[in-house]
């Protein structure tokens, strides 16, 4: 590429830039000044590249982080008109100050501004929202406000109390890709799946990873950090009741159904037998009209996920209509509508009685 | 200044040089490959196929890659490796810290015996590095060649009354190429499940997603809901087998010629290795005309157990373990290595780790497997 077309391809960038901060800071007070007219480009808040002008005799020059680092900054050099435009291969850090060195001599400094947002992150909701959960509770959902880092470990932020016997404990699977969603705002936990099912080795050396008749805190630190950086508002806590095992699998015949008025947008309810599993309810369900056509609208979870909601786009008609529930559909022991998740059942009753779905009627009545 | 102009040369002849021999580096695998962006959004697993193809397992787009890093340059054997304070050399490379920064996966191309680095930034942008010498280099992922494939839902029912229906995520777990096929397994972050995916590569319409069962020592029962954690392909008596390592302990074996789609498979546990540990990396390297499988471990230092042993083994698991704290099933050496986090085959007599050590530093090293 030319020269010209260098400078349109600037023109093109610099038209697009959100922020196209100039920032001349600290630059080198030498006898000879060899860096000058510093900027920093800004693109969407992200600091994407800088470009400096540099007088003649520069012959080695490379960007570090500011301090004792001996590892220069990859990325690309773009020779301009009047200067170069260094573009690192992700965006300079928010708040990092950085040197340009020749030869070993620092040559000037620039720091790239801090974040834009100051927003704190909060940890919105934990599920199950309901304090009292079953021994043998599978998981749990941390859902946040806003996405969170993608480095670092979840569980060096988390932390469990056994408040009966007043001790830091152990009952969430380390695992190495940690189960986020693609928003990277909600964070899947499983209780130790070995632990919970009856007799396998880590159950019988471990136990139980929460055990009934005690009371339990999760602590979750506001040093987790969000994406931008920022802390939690606040440290969260989480306490945990312990009651008997779920030892039942979730059986759509016990649901009931409040069905709403003909000819409006009602909110169609269904009540659980149990509190369901967050993540898996607001996705196993669909609704079906008399003609086996789906039924556009939303579903919202009710009270400690025992209920769910639905509101249609269109008003309902007169008429019979079938939920469509996925057997995947697990209540807060990992229990499915097809097995227990801690079973003996053997591999042939197990898929003789595999079904993908399951269906209820209910009729939209005046 | 030349430095960095020089810099700038180098990328332009390296695009010149690339276009030049973009014939000479294209093999029948790479024929449908297309060069641009592929918008890879994250990089949770890599693995090397042949000709430097490099797989990518991208978690967020549910998808696998195959790059064409054009690092075919064959080489016998590696240089020694011994890196310091490893993860701050990434993030300085990178322009940050190492709290801004996560080491995903490594691996080392088989041809030129180059290792390469996956890294996370805290904002989620995926980057790829290779080591040359004591140096870092970027490899682009920007203009690449590459093919992909989206990991289809095995499970999904339709459903399009909703405006938006989040896409299913299975975090992916291992992945592995071995003659013709790219293995993938995978971990879901709703329920409690996984899936073995067998993909043929060139990437073609098909899937086959196998039905894998394994049985639970101690517990008494068949499991197909257990997740895959970490997996290997490993020849045994002229047999290739699936060897997996379960989240839940067991290290189990699958024919691999009956991994095929719509046929159940049930696999023989040869060893249960013990609780609170999650399996991380599995390779196998040969030693004075002996094979080995060496498995890295998040609570455990590293397992080496002896291919002869394996084979050997033609009991399986199938009764309780009633006494805890007792592993069942081959015999294995526990190898003076913790905190192990990457591990990879180097060449024909190395391997090379990223490890945490006992003061808090990472460093990254090869090591002879004359003393492993």
Redesign the interface.
């Known amino acids: 590429m030319d020269v010209t077309g260098i400078n349109i391809l600037l023109k093109k960038i610099k038209s697009n830039l959100v922020f196209f901060c100039v920032i001349i800071l600290f630059v080198n007070c030498s006898e000879k000044k060899e860096i000058e007219h510093l900027e920093v480009n800004y693109k969407n808040g992200q600091a994407i590249s800088v470009e400096f002008k540099?007088s003649q005799g520069?012959?080695?020059?490379?960007?570090?982080?500011a301090g004792a680092?001996?590892?220069?900054?990859?990325?690309?050099?773009?020779?301009l008109e009047n200067g170069?435009q260094?573009i690192?291969?992700?965006?300079?850090?928010k708040g990092?100050s950085?040197e340009i060195r020749?030869n070993g001599v620092t040559l000037a400094n620039f720091m790239v501004a801090p974040p834009l947002t100051k927003e704190l992150g909060e940890l919105a909701v934990i599920y199950p929202t309901r304090d009292t959960v079953p021994e043998n509770l599978?998981?749990i959902y941390l859902q946040f406000s806003q996405?969170m880092?993608?480095?670092?470990e979840a569980l060096n932020f988390i932390k469990v109390t056994d408040e009966t016997i007043g001790e830091e404990i152990?009952v969430f699977?380390?695992?190495?890709?940690?189960?986020?969603?693609?928003a990277?705002d909600r964070l899947?936990l499983?209780l130790d799946?070995?632990?919970i099912?009856?007799?396998?080795?880590?159950n019988?050396?471990?136990g139980l990873p929460i055990l009934q008749g005690r009371e339990y805190t999760i602590h979750i630190s506001r040093d987790w950090?969000t994406?931008?950086?920022q802390s939690l508002k606040k440290d969260y806590t989480k306490k945990l009741v312990v009651i008997a095992r779920d030892s039942n699998k979730p059986n759509p015949d016990n649901w009931e159904i409040l069905p709403p008025a003909a000819g409006e947008k009602g909110q169609l309810q269904i009540i659980f037998e149990e509190p369901m599993?967050a993540?898996?309810a607001l996705?196993a369900l669909?609704?079906k009209d008399a003609n086996g056509q789906?039924?556009?609208?939303?579903f919202v979870l009710g009270r400690y996920e025992k209920r769910i909601l639905f509101k249609p786009v269109n008003n309902w008609n007169k008429e019979e209509y079938k939920i469509?529930i996925?057997a995947?559909l697990?209540d807060n022991a990992?229990n499915?509508l097809n097995r227990l998740?801690d079973?003996?059942?053997?591999?042939n009753q197990?898929r003789a009685l595999a079904q993908?779905?399951y269906e209820l009627a209910f009729r939209i009545t005046d | 200044?030349?430095?960095?102009?020089y810099?700038?040369a180098l990328?332009a002849l390296t695009v010149l040089t690339i276009s030049a021999t973009f014939n000479d580096t294209t093999s029948d695998l790479k024929a449908d490959f297309i060069y641009g962006d592929p918008e890879i959004?994250s990089i949770?697993e890599l693995a090397f196929g042949p000709d430097g193809i490099l797989f990518i397992g991208d978690?967020?787009n549910a998808a696998i890659y195959a790059l064409d890093t054009r690092d075919v340059s064959e080489k016998a054997s590696a240089e020694n490796i011994n890196i310091t304070a490893f993860d701050?050399?990434v993030a300085?490379?990178?322009?940050?810290?190492q709290?801004?920064?996560?080491i995903t996966d490594m691996a080392v191309n088989p041809l030129s015996k180059t290792v390469y680095f996956s890294v996370?930034?805290?904002?989620?942008?995926p980057?790829l590095?290779k080591l040359n010498g004591d140096k870092?280099?970027?490899v682009t992922l920007k203009s690449i060649s590459y093919s992909k494939i989206k990991l289809q839902d095995p499970?999904a029912?339709d459903?399009?009354?909703?405006?938006e229906?989040?896409?299913r995520?299975w975090?992916?777990?291992d992945l592995k190429y071995h003659n013709g096929k790219v293995l993938v397994s995978g971990?879901?972050?709703?329920?409690?499940?996984s899936t073995f995916r067998s993909i043929p590569f060139p990437f073609t319409d098909t899937q086959q997603y196998a039905s894998l069962?394994i049985w639970?020592?101690?517990?008494?029962?068949?499991e197909?809901h257990?997740p895959i954690?970490a997996f290997d392909v490993i020849n045994l008596e002229g047999a290739d087998y699936l060897m997996a390592s379960y989240?839940?302990?067991p290290l189990v074996l699958f024919p691999l010629n009956e991994l095929k789609e719509g046929v159940h498979s049930k696999g023989r546990t040869v060893a249960?290795l013990?609780?609170?540990n999650?399996p991380?990396d599995m390779i196998s390297y040969e030693k004075e005309g002996k094979k080995y499988f060496l498995m890295s471990n998040?609570?455990r230092p590293v397992m080496r157990i002896k291919y002869e042993t394996i084979a050997n083994y033609k009991d399986k698991i199938t009764e309780?373990?009633d006494e805890?704290?007792v592993s069942r099933g081959v015999a294995y050496d526990n190898l003076p290595f913790p905190y192990v986090l990457q591990m990879d085959k180097l060449d024909a007599g190395n391997v090379v780790y990223i490890q945490r050590t006992s003061d808090g530093d990472m460093v990254l090293k090869s090591r002879t497997t004359k003393w492993m």
């Open positions: 540099a520069i012959e080695e020059a490379e960007i570090f982080i680092s001996t590892t220069p900054v990859l990325g690309e050099v773009k020779q170069y260094f690192p291969v992700v965006p300079f850090s990092q950085y020749g599978l998981k996405p880092q993608q480095v670092g152990v699977l380390e695992l190495e890709s940690e189960l986020w969603n693609k990277h899947t499983w799946p070995g632990r099912k009856t007799d396998l080795i880590p019988k050396e471990k950090k994406a931008e950086g599993d993540v898996l996705e669909t609704i789906l039924v556009p609208g939303d469509l996925e995947k697990e990992g499915n998740f079973t003996d059942v053997l591999q197990g993908k779905s | 200044m030349k430095k960095l102009i810099l700038g990328s959004a949770e978690t967020k701050e050399k300085a490379a990178l322009g940050t810290t709290e801004n920064i996560k996370t930034t805290s904002e989620g942008t980057v590095l870092l280099e970027n499970v029912v459903a399009k009354d909703r405006r229906r989040p896409l995520i975090a992916i777990s971990l879901s972050n709703k329920e409690f499940g069962e639970h020592a101690a517990h008494g029962q068949f197909t257990a954690k989240t839940c302990t249960e013990g609780a609170g999650s991380l998040s609570n309780s373990v805890p704290y």
